[in-house]
């Protein structure tokens, strides 16, 4: 191993040098102190209340600037979903005869099928109408869970009912912040795919009589995802780039091209995918498989922070405002900080 030789007080330090220097010396100071003690995460324990005793420490006044993001965004894709397809519903536009758009139906495997379905031979489902039909179905089922959330909410057991608003906040807003067709292929990501796979088979595993037509449900439903994400991705694609040169003024152009970027952004839903991990860490114990007990808890965990959330925000003045702004600012930031608990009385240990 080489050595780290300390630098020549009197001889003038390269910018960096310095600060290089330094922090490989702490490096091999840490690596001293921790060589032999394996104490490495004594310091790390989880919060056995929950972490709903820090629930105040997540007011600030700056949720409400960041509370405006998933607003905005949500506004700006809702318009952008269902403008066209209603705009094709009222135009009653859903065919073309035109060679070129015909060519493009069939090189679609979704919007040849529903062609060769719904279409004479002269005649092909528009491209703009596949998209339209795949994005409204997906936005009538997002609407249904909010509404089925929202009656939750209003007419649920106590239990049903923090569900409720958690799944509004936690789950529904911000996958309609940024939902399209697209979305389809986040399933089929490997990082998101190897885990979920991973789980299923260690369920056929244990019973694989009971598990079979799920397993097998799981991979028809995988392949169909890519299917539709890929199909989704090349319409957009193509829309997007069309209404970008033809675009009459630059508002028009680079608006619709943000809005695409931002779904597309959303098909790798990274605060989903943290989430999920940090439940499978927290809930999920050494197998990184959740159980359904486990699942229940992480759920009821959910629904008691937006209870302890609505609780504790009676403090404040505008108590619907301030718990509007923490719930729609929630990240995975906030998750860390109310669970892992350094000083918390008879803490669980990591180690």
């Keep these: 191993?080489?050595?780290?030789?300390?630098?020549?007080?009197?001889?003038?330090?390269?910018?960096?040098?310095?600060?290089?220097?330094?922090?490989?010396?702490?490096?091999?100071?840490?690596?001293?102190?921790?060589?032999?003690?394996?104490q490495y995460f004594k310091h790390v324990r989880i919060a056995n209340d929950g972490g709903f005793s820090d629930v105040p420490?997540?007011?600030?006044?700056?949720?409400?600037?960041?509370?405006?993001?998933?607003?905005?965004?949500?506004?700006?894709?809702?318009?952008?979903?269902?403008?066209?397809g209603l705009a094709i519903v009222v135009a009653q536009s859903?065919?073309?005869?035109?060679?070129?758009?015909?060519?493009?139906?069939?090189?679609?495997?979704?919007?040849?099928?529903?062609?060769?379905?719904?279409?004479?031979e002269n005649m092909r489902i528009s491209i703009n109408t596949s998209l339209a039909v795949l994005e409204l179905s997906i936005c009538v089922v997002y609407l249904c869970q909010l509404a089925f959330a929202i009656g939750k909410v209003a007419y649920g057991h106590k239990v049903f009912r923090w569900e409720g608003v958690s799944d509004i906040f936690w789950n529904l807003i911000p996958a309609l912040s940024s939902f399209s067709a697209m979305n389809s292929l986040y399933f089929v990501c490997p990082k998101v795919l190897a885990p979920a796979l991973k789980q299923q088979t260690a369920r056929l595993r244990k019973h694989w009589r009971r598990n079979l037509v799920p397993f097998s449900v799981f991979l028809a439903l995988r392949v169909f995802y890519a299917v539709v994400g890929v199909e989704a991705f090349v319409i957009k694609f193509c829309i997007a780039s069309h209404n970008f040169r033809d675009a009459p003024t630059s508002?028009?152009?680079?608006?619709?091209?943000?809005?695409?970027?931002?779904?597309?952004?959303?098909?790798?839903?990274?605060?989903?995918?943290?989430?999920?991990?940090?439940?499978?860490?927290?809930?999920?114990?050494?197998?990184?498989?959740?159980?359904?007990?486990?699942?229940?808890?992480?759920?009821?965990?959910?629904?008691?922070?937006?209870?302890?959330?609505?609780q504790r925000s009676k403090a404040h003045r505008f108590r619907v405002l301030w718990f509007l702004a923490t719930a729609l600012s929630y990240s995975d930031d906030d998750f860390q900080q109310l669970v892992i608990d350094r000083a918390g009385p008879d803490p669980q240990c990591l180690s």
């Design 1 to 38: 191993m080489s050595k780290v030789v300390p630098t020549d007080p009197e001889v003038p330090a390269a910018p960096g040098q310095a600060t290089d220097t330094r922090d490989a010396l702490t490096l091999l100071k840490v690596w001293d102190e921790l060589e032999y003690s394996n």
């Design 57 to 84: 420490l997540l007011f600030s006044p700056s949720r409400f600037v960041w509370a405006l993001l998933p607003i905005l965004s949500l506004v700006l894709n809702m318009y952008f979903v269902l403008s066209p």
């Design 94 to 120: 859903f065919t073309t005869k035109d060679v070129e758009g015909m060519d493009d139906a069939d090189s679609l495997l979704l919007t040849s099928l529903m062609s060769k379905l719904f279409c004479e």
């Design 251 to 310: 508002f028009m152009r680079y608006v619709p091209a943000l809005a695409f970027l931002n779904q597309l952004l959303g098909v790798f839903d990274v605060q989903k995918f943290a989430k999920k991990r940090l439940f499978t860490f927290v809930f999920g114990g050494e197998d990184s498989v959740m159980s359904l007990r486990e699942l229940l808890v992480s759920r009821v965990w959910l629904a008691m922070l937006a209870r302890h959330i609505w």
